[in-house]
């Protein structure tokens, strides 16, 4: 899975999932009933998102679990807390998008994240 300015990339075997960040409703961790980590984006607009047919179908089947995709965190080169902090920082700041996958932009969002995850609960 990839974040780019455009929104959400993933790879698939036949044709690639694509979401655009307008139709990115939320992402989160969720954990399994065995303490599994996955980071689950929920899409608000479904019609916006384009893949194959298997990738509807496994949207399908995911919604059930609370969201439209899902990325077991044993398959992610990143925490899933931080990536889930990602999707939702990009999704709800437009003006950051287009520096996606900059060195800068990438040290900026992991000082962000450290510094709210110390932040006490308001």
């Known amino acids: 899975m990839a974040l780019t300015p455009a929104g959400l ?23 399994d009933l065995n303490g599994g980590a996955y980071v689950t984006v929920a899409v608000s607009e479904r019609a916006a998102v384009a893949s194959s047919i298997a990738g509807r179908i496994v949207r399908l089947v995911n919604r059930r679990f609370g969201g439209d995709l899902h990325f077991s965190a044993q398959l992610l080169t990143t925490k899933p807390e931080f990536l889930a902090y990602a999707i939702d920082t990009y999704r709800r700041d437009p003006g950051r998008r287009r520096i996606i996958g900059t060195v800068d932009e990438l040290d900026r969002l992991y000082t962000e994240w450290i510094r709210d995850r110390h932040r006490p609960a308001s």
Request: positive net charge; glycine residues 8%; proline residues 17%.
């Open 9 to 31: 990339y993933v790879p698939g075997p036949f044709r690639p999932t694509a979401v655009p960040w307008w139709a990115v409703e939320r992402g989160h961790v969720t954990r």
